[in-house]
């Protein structure tokens, strides 16, 4: 799901170059620690369920075999 960081439309007569200034909606800003935090946290789900997937390998790999062989 997108969130459009962008508090209201974009103004294009105030774009030009050198103008940096953005109104974010402040809901969505958070420091970057929060945001490395739970890129880690989310790393680890993943790495979780990855090696929950591979300990089932040698099951499937197992049961495919014998269906190959009936």
Avoid: H
């Amino acid at each position: 799901m997108w969130y459009d960081p962008l508090a209201g439309p974009i103004e294009l007569s105030l774009c030009r170059p050198g103008n940096t200034s953005w109104s974010y909606d402040r809901n969505l800003l958070v420091k970057k620690n929060v945001i490395d935090n739970r890129l880690r946290e989310f790393a680890g789900e993943v790495e979780e369920r990855k090696m929950k997937m591979l300990r089932r390998l040698p099951q499937s790999v197992g049961n495919s075999n014998r269906l190959d062989n009936s």
